[in-house]
C-alpha cells in the first residue's frame, strides 16, 4: 500500500519536477572563482595542542517563550507519505531555560590566521519537508551537501548577503541527487528557503576559522582547540539578535562562557 502511494504521489510531482527544473534550476548570481582564504598562499596556522584551550556555557532563554505553532502541510501530501510527526515552527526551541539553536563563533581575535578547511562536508537534509539541522555552521569554502530524503520535490534557495557568495535557487527531485556548495566569505545566518514550501527555512552559517559551535537541544554548546589570547565571542540567535563578551585564554584554560536571550 505504501508503494502505492508512493508511486501515485511521485507521479503528482513530476510535471511540477519539470517547470521548477526550469524556471528553478538556476544561480541568481554569478559564480566567483573557486578560491578560498584558506586555500591561498598564506601560511596555515596550527595549533599546538598542549596549549590549546576551550570555552564551554548554557545558552539561557529568559521569560516565556513563543509557544510552537504547528505547520499545516495540506497543500503537499508527500511531506506526510513517510513522516506522520507533526511539524512545529522552530523559531525559538526551548528546554528548560536552555536555547537551541544558536550559532556561537570567534568574532575578532583571529584576524590575519588562517585555517585548514576541513574535507568532511557538512549536510543539510530535507525530511518531512522541514530543514534538519535548522542552524549549522561550516569553515569558507568547507563542502555544504543538502539532501532530499523526502519523495516530493524542493526547491533550495539559498540568500546571502556577502557579494561574493554565489546566490542560488536550484530544484531538487525526490530523493534525488545531493547539491553541493561552498562558501568564499564569512556570514551570520544566511536564510535558506524552499520555493515550494514556505514553511521550510534554514539558517547557514559561514566562518573564517573552526571555532564555532551551535547550541543544541539544552541550549548547550563547547568549543575547542582555541589557541590561547584575547577573544570576542557573539552568540546569535535568528530572532533575538546577537550577544557578545570578551574572554583571555590561556595555555590550557577551560572558561566557562553563559548568554543569556529574551524574545525581541
Not at 585548514?116 to 563542502?143: F, N, S, W
Not at 564555532?212 to 539544552?218: I, P, Q, R
Amino acid at each position: 500500500m505504501l508503494n502505492i502511494q508512493r508511486l501515485r504521489s511521485t507521479s503528482l510531482f513530476v510535471p511540477f519536477s519539470v517547470f521548477f527544473l526550469i524556471s528553478c534550476s538556476q544561480n541568481t548570481r554569478p559564480m566567483p572563482e573557486n578560491k578560498t582564504p584558506a586555500q591561498s598562499s598564506a601560511q596555515l596556522t596550527t595549533v599546538d595542542p598542549a596549549t590549546a584551550a576551550s570555552i564551554h556555557g548554557v545558552i539561557h532563554f529568559t521569560g516565556s517563550a513563543p509557544a510552537p505553532v504547528q505547520i499545516d502541510m495540506g497543500m503537499d501530501p508527500g511531506c506526510t507519505i513517510e513522516n506522520h510527526e507533526p511539524n512545529f515552527s522552530q523559531q525559538y526551541v526551548v528546554n528548560h531555560g536552555g536555547l537551541a539553536n544558536v550559532y556561537i563563533y570567534v568574532k575578532q581575535g583571529l584576524e590575519g590566521k588562517h585555517f585548514a578547511v576541513p574535507a568532511t562536508p557538512v549536510i543539510l537534509d530535507q525530511k518531512g519537508c522541514r530543514y534538519e539541522p535548522h542552524v549549522i555552521a561550516l569553515m569558507t569554502g568547507q563542502t555544504l551537501k543538502v539532501l532530499n530524503s523526502d519523495p516530493t520535490m524542493h526547491n533550495v534557495h539559498a540568500q546571502p548577503n556577502a557579494p561574493s557568495n554565489p546566490q542560488w535557487n536550484m530544484s531538487q527531485m525526490p530523493k534525488g541527487a545531493p547539491i553541493e556548495k561552498s562558501f568564499h566569505d564569512p556570514e551570520v545566518m544566511m536564510p535558506f528557503k524552499c520555493n515550494q514550501h514556505p514553511w521550510m527555512k534554514a539558517y547557514v552559517n559561514v566562518a573564517a576559522n573552526p571555532f564555532y559551535a551551535v547550541s543544541d537541544a539544552n541550549g548547550k554548546f563547547e568549543i575547542k582547540g582555541l589557541p590561547p589570547g584575547d577573544y570576542t565571542i557573539a552568540a546569535v540567535h535568528e530572532a533575538a539578535g546577537e550577544k557578545t563578551q570578551t574572554v583571555t585564554l590561556v595555555p590550557k584554560d577551560e572558561k566557562t562562557l553563559d548568554f543569556s536571550f529574551a524574545t525581541q
